[in-house]
């Protein structure tokens, strides 16, 4: 298994420090990282700004730190807009053939992309449609750099294991395999190990941070008492000290037969804050965590 890190964590979100795309490269390889996830967005690797002057610099940061670069993170949502004339699924198609292709110079082999969220203005159904539709062309485009597209289980088409194997067979095209996570199915209430174990066969990423959950309660003044609101708020904590048995959904990934790239993001805001200083602490924890319970 190869571990990864993801550049989203130090693009200077959620109070985060901000680092430039080389200067998180030599951080990577400074923690101990195999390879890294790049941010395919501002204000990391835009296809919208990225030059060929810029890429050369990537991949000379890569090579002076012996880092590779393994996956290019996208970001979809394959439910269009109540503007029909405007062309939103074609200019996302286009993004991902335009990130496909930045991956190729740098020597990555997978772009993760996401499906579509819910919308009142579609059946389930069609948007189900149109979102296999979407990710045939944009996996056709893809395999002309020789690219994976890899689906995180993140939006809601598709989000439960069962559904998302359902999508994958209706996509049935080679290069496109999974990104499988723990955050989403632990947080809905899903057996891990079981999904891991399942799901291990058509995942090639996997991606990784740990939370806790923070219960929630609104004041009832007439009745002197707290009304339980749902869900919880989640908030992210060093890995492995969350509520996401790690241990068993990385068992169930390995016994279905996952040999791919585990990568560790902190997307959201992190206990400690976003100084360098505890930043560099979480992705270290992580490479602890994953080299104590599975090397």
């Not at 772009?111 to 296999?132: C, K």
């Not at 923070?214 to 749902?230: A, D, G, M, V």
């Amino acid at each position: 298994m190869k571990f990864c890190l993801f550049s989203v964590s130090y693009a200077g979100f959620w109070g985060q420090q901000q680092l430039s795309l080389t200067e998180f490269i030599a951080q990577a390889a400074q923690t101990g990282y195999d390879s890294v996830m790049l941010m395919g967005k501002r204000p990391h690797l835009s296809p919208l700004d990225v030059t060929p002057e810029q890429l050369e610099s990537i991949k000379g940061a890569l090579a002076e730190h012996q880092i590779q670069c393994a996956i290019i993170g996208g970001y979809t949502d394959f439910a269009g807009s109540s503007a029909t004339e405007v062309p939103l699924l074609e200019l996302q198609i286009q993004y991902v053939q335009q990130l496909s292709q930045i991956a190729r110079e740098l020597g990555a082999g997978t772009v993760r992309i996401f499906t579509a969220y819910d919308t009142p203005r579609m059946s389930p159904h069609a948007l189900w449609g149109q979102v296999v539709s979407a990710l045939q062309e944009c996996c056709d485009r893809a395999a002309e750099y020789d690219v994976t597209l890899a689906v995180q289980n993140h939006h809601d088409v598709g989000v439960h294991s069962d559904a998302l194997l359902e999508l994958l067979h209706d996509i049935d095209r080679p290069n496109c395999k999974l990104g499988f996570d723990a955050w989403s199915p632990a947080l809905r209430g899903e057996n891990l190990y079981e999904a891991a174990r399942k799901m291990a066969p058509h995942t090639a990423i996997t991606t990784n941070a740990d939370y806790i959950r923070l219960p929630r309660y609104s004041y009832q003044p007439e009745l002197i008492n707290y009304q339980k609101e749902e869900p919880d708020l989640v908030r992210a904590v060093k890995f492995g000290t969350g509520f996401i048995d790690y241990s068993a959904f990385f068992h169930g990934l390995k016994e279905g037969g996952f040999n791919g790239i585990a990568t560790y993001e902190m997307c959201s805001p992190i206990r400690g804050g976003g100084s360098l200083e505890n930043l560099n602490a979480y992705a270290a924890e992580y490479l602890t965590w994953m080299k104590t319970h599975l090397l």
